[in-house]
């Protein structure tokens, strides 16, 4: 696969505890330099998403989650139109379903998501979340090697 | 048998709202009330903490309007450092803000428009659930969905490029800014590849108000006629009477157009606005102190905004005002499906506005920062996009923030957004035995109408945006509709 094709989005609030886990995955890719990919974070994915993930063919969101598996789940997701009654956010299913009908895209998309515990005004994960969060770092960099063959 | 009816957003940490409507044996509407729950622990959060910590730790509020608390917090913490309120920047470091701002402003109203509006105009309040949002829109309108897209995208980049980064951005600080524009960026921003470029962004924001005006045109009962009733308007304004959605003087009018509150300065705000406290909302309740607890509340966003104000000083936007003002013969407009229409007469006027700063060769200039005599308390009022934004803070000679009070936006919208649920409700439930969709969907067309915000801070996986319960009055679960 050529460079820059896998597009890894992080996103949440790196003020509210464990709700950063997601940028804080995208902080320490870049930190370690991983090469070909694209790094994207955000507080929550939003419809500009939809064009900035349609030049990639695989991306992966990375999100806490205050009720997955732990440490962490890795699941493929497919295009949905379900869409929230507010601005404030989409799902990542929502955002490749835009993708798709905009710019006939489809893009293979993993949702990671991090089981966090505490969601307080801190920039301090949780020492559980900690310990997740570097699980999920290690099989993230796997991942992408693997993509990347 | 009596029925009740809850609409209700679920978020997972602090806050969440819900719309319940109590029906009788007959299913007439006896009460509504929408329910706002908002973290207030934010205020207690900032003591303690150094000064000029605040106009980066409030982003952790929100996450979909962070540069207004941002810049809320950095205009209160101007005073504080003693360079003055608006206009006592240097300026460099008040037009870097208004690019920040109105980039904002843009993003914000035209995600509001083709995220939330323009399923319910391109389906009808009645239209399939499943094609009536955005993705629907893509599917039938590519062109305008791909216009949202790319809006929202050109909003962002300035936000990026003004605030330093999308997420916890730095750019505002007390006395200033951290950063200037660079030629590079300034021309990228004018006159980038297309569309992204400031022409094509008017030309796409005149095109959002012409397609409002073509449905308005062939819908004009149903929009004038959504949720219509009476209100006093607040904003700020310029000194002039001008919008300004960066920096002004308070203003508000009554329902018949009278001003109620007469240009005050920012500073002076808590002579003029009181807030009740009430024992089963951790909301607070503003008001307007000459008018009352009962009587003084007023409505705040794009609507209050074109009440308020005088004229809006660009041209484009201004021709549109003439003629939004002339629907109600220039008294105040309480149709709450016009705010749709004020909305993008301020998302043309922002973009006129984000053309004209960019044309500025301040913006490149290297005098970011001003500072004076030090003062212990300082107030900052910004429009946000959704409404009047107050952050107040008072600070000691460690330079420690010892007081915080904010006002946000959603709390001075409660009862209007109340009074808009029940005039829907009562005209959508009444006499019907059965909720439809369609009945559940025009109350959240009210409600989205002002956007609120939910306590939104936080979006980590596995919540659940919107319940629809019906129950009756025995509390037995008749139906639930989840988004």
């Given amino acids: 696969m050529k460079d820059n094709r896998i597009y890894i989005y992080g996103f949440g609030n790196p003020g509210r505890q464990d709700d950063g886990l997601g940028p804080a995955i995208i902080d320490r890719l870049e930190q370690d330099n991983i090469a070909g990919i694209i790094t994207d974070s955000n507080y929550q994915l939003n419809i500009e998403d939809a064009h900035n993930i349609s030049q990639s063919d695989v991306v992966i969101f990375v999100d806490a989650s205050i009720d997955a598996e732990e440490p962490f789940t890795f699941k493929r997701i497919e295009p949905s139109n379900e869409i929230t009654f507010t601005t404030h956010s989409m799902a990542p299913e929502s955002v490749i379903a835009l993708s798709k009908e905009i710019y006939d895209k489809d893009i293979e998309a993993y949702v990671m998501a991090i089981r966090g515990y505490e969601w307080e005004f801190n920039e301090k994960f949780s020492q559980k979340a900690a310990h997740n969060f570097n699980e999920a770092y290690i099989f993230l960099t796997g991942k992408i090697k693997e993509l990347l063959v | ?483």
């Fill in chain 2, 1 to 483: 048998m009596g029925r009740k009816i809850t609409i209700e957003p679920v978020t997972r940490i602090e806050g969440h709202g819900k719309v319940t409507i109590q029906l009788d044996d007959s299913n007439n509407v006896t009460q509504s009330r929408l329910h706002v729950v908002e973290f207030r622990g934010f205020e207690k959060f900032v003591q303690g903490r150094p000064y000029w910590e605040v106009p980066a730790l409030v982003q952790r509020l929100c996450g979909i309007c962070p540069v207004s608390h941002h810049l809320a917090a950095a205009k209160a913490l101007d005073v504080i450092v003693g360079a003055g309120t608006g206009h006592g920047l240097t300026p460099t470091g008040e037009k870097m803000r208004r690019l920040m701002h109105y980039g904002q402003f843009f993003q914000s109203h035209a995600l509001h428009f083709f995220h939330l509006a323009s399923p319910d105009l391109l389906f009808g309040a009645d239209g399939d659930p499943a094609i009536r949002n955005v993705i629907g829109v893509a599917l039938e309108h590519k062109d305008l969905a791909v216009q949202g897209v790319m809006m929202r995208k050109y909003g962002q980049e300035i936000i990026q490029a003004t605030a330093g980064k999308k997420v916890h951005g730095t750019g505002a600080i007390p006395g200033g800014i951290n950063k200037n524009l660079s030629a590079a960026e300034r021309d990228t921003f004018l006159k980038g590849a297309d569309p992204l470029n400031i022409d094509k962004m008017i030309a796409w924001s005149q095109g959002a108000l012409e397609f409002f005006k073509g449905y308005y045109a062939k819908n004009k009962d149903f929009i004038d006629n959504f949720a219509v009733f009476p209100s006093s308007h607040l904003s700020l304004v310029r000194k002039d009477g001008a919008l300004d959605l960066y920096h002004g003087v308070l203003r508000a009018v009554d329902s018949e157009g009278k001003k109620i509150l007469n240009d005050v300065d920012c500073q002076d705000y808590a002579k003029v606005i009181a807030e009740e406290v009430k024992s089963w909302s951790y909301m607070k309740f503003p008001y307007l102190r000459s008018i009352g607890k009962e009587k003084g509340w007023y409505t705040v966003g794009p609507l209050a905004r074109l009440n308020v104000c005088d004229f809006i000083p660009t041209p484009l936007a201004q021709k549109e005002f003439e003629a939004y003002k002339a629907l109600t013969n220039g008294k105040p407009n309480h149709m709450s499906m016009h705010m749709h229409y004020a909305r993008l007469i301020e998302l043309l006027h922002s973009a006129e506005v984000i053309k004209d700063l960019l044309k500025d060769s301040d913006l490149q200039k290297k005098d970011l920062v001003k500072k004076g005599k030090k003062q212990k308390e300082g107030v900052g009022i910004v429009e946000a996009p959704r409404g009047t934004l107050f952050h107040h803070y008072r600070v000691n000679a460690d330079d420690q923030v010892t007081m915080g009070n904010l006002i946000v936006s959603t709390t001075s919208n409660n009862e209007p957004m109340n009074r808009a649920v029940n005039f829907v409700a009562k005209s959508a439930f009444n006499g019907k035995k059965e909720v439809t969709e369609g009945m559940m969907n025009r109350v959240e067309m009210a409600i989205r109408a002002y956007d609120p915000c939910l306590s939104c801070a936080t979006h980590a996986l596995g919540q659940m945006p919107l319940e629809v319960t019906l129950v009756d009055s025995k509390g037995a679960v008749i139906d639930t509709r989840r988004k």
